[in-house]
C-alpha cells in the first residue's frame, strides 16, 4: 500500500526566505507526482505535476523536484511571500492517488 | 470557466437522512473521483469514475453510493448518515489515467454535519 509523508506538518518563515517542503512516497511505481496548495475552507488548487520521466518542474517562484527511485519530492519556493501561506499537498498518482498529510505554510510579514 | 462545481456547499443532515452530493465538470474529463478530507488524516478516496459507465471502489467506499449520471456528472450518496461521515467532500476529474502529464482539478468542497 502507498504510503505518502510530508515533512514537516508546520513551518513559519519570515517573508523573502527561500524554503523546502518535503514529500516520500514508499512506492515508486507511479504515473506522475502533483503538488496542491490549499487555503483554508478552500478546494485545492494544482501547483505543478510531475511525470515519472521527468527530474523536475518549474512554475515561477515554485520548482518541485522528484527523485523516483528514492521515493522523494521536493517543492522550493524562492522568496517567500505572505500570500504563500497555505497548506501544500502532495499527491501520488499510481492509477489512484494517494496524498499526504500537508504542510501548513505560514509566512510573517 | 467554471471547472469543477459542487453542490451543496455546506449541509448538515440529521443520522439515518441521506442524500446526494453533486458534481458536474465541464473540462471534458473523462476521470472523476469523490474524495474526503478529515483532520489528520489527509485526503481519502471513496469511489472514482475511470470513464462514463464505469465506477470503482477506492480506499473508503463504505455507506457511500456513486453514479456517473454521463460525462459531466459524478454523484455521491449517502443512503443512511452517519456521525462518522461528518467531513469535507471533494470532487475531482483528470484526463484519462493512462495519460500521465493530466493533473487531477478539484472542486471547491462539500462540507457535511452529521448531527
Known amino acids: 500500500k502507498q504510503e505518502v509523508t510530508q515533512i514537516p506538518a508546520a513551518l513559519s518563515v519570515p517573508e523573502g526566505e527561500n524554503l523546502v517542503l518535503n514529500c516520500s512516497f514508499t512506492?515508486?511505481?507511479?504515473?506522475?507526482l502533483q503538488w496542491f496548495r490549499q487555503d483554508p475552507g478552500k478546494g485545492l488548487t494544482s501547483l505543478l505535476l510531475i511525470q515519472s520521466s521527468q527530474r523536475e518542474q518549474t512554475s515561477g517562484r515554485l520548482n518541485a523536484s522528484l527523485d523516483k527511485s528514492s521515493g522523494r519530492s521536493t517543492l522550493y519556493i524562492a522568496a517567500s511571500q505572505p500570500g504563500d501561506s497555505a497548506t501544500y499537498l502532495c499527491?501520488?498518482?499510481?492509477?489512484?492517488?494517494?496524498f499526504g498529510d500537508g504542510t501548513t505554510l505560514t509566512v510573517k510579514p | 470557466n467554471a471547472g469543477v462545481t459542487q453542490t451543496p456547499k455546506f449541509q448538515v443532515l440529521k443520522t439515518g437522512q441521506s442524500m446526494t452530493l453533486q458534481c458536474a465538470q465541464d473540462?471534458?474529463?473523462?476521470?472523476m473521483y469523490w474524495y474526503r478530507q478529515d483532520p489528520g488524516m489527509g485526503l481519502r478516496l471513496i469511489y472514482y469514475s475511470a470513464s462514463e459507465g464505469t465506477t470503482d471502489k477506492g480506499e473508503v467506499p463504505n455507506g457511500y453510493n456513486v453514479s456517473r449520471l454521463n460525462k459531466r456528472e459524478f454523484s455521491l450518496r449517502l443512503e443512511s448518515a452517519a456521525p462518522s461521515q461528518t467531513s469535507v467532500y471533494f470532487c475531482?476529474?483528470?484526463?484519462?489515467?493512462?495519460?500521465?502529464?493530466?493533473?487531477?482539478?478539484f472542486g471547491d468542497g462539500t462540507r457535511l454535519s452529521i448531527l
Open positions: 475531482a476529474s483528470s484526463e484519462l489515467r493512462i495519460y500521465s502529464n493530466q493533473p487531477q482539478h
Open positions: 499527491a501520488v498518482n499510481a492509477g489512484k492517488s494517494t
Open positions: 512506492d515508486s511505481a507511479i504515473y506522475n
Open positions: 473540462m471534458n474529463h473523462n476521470s
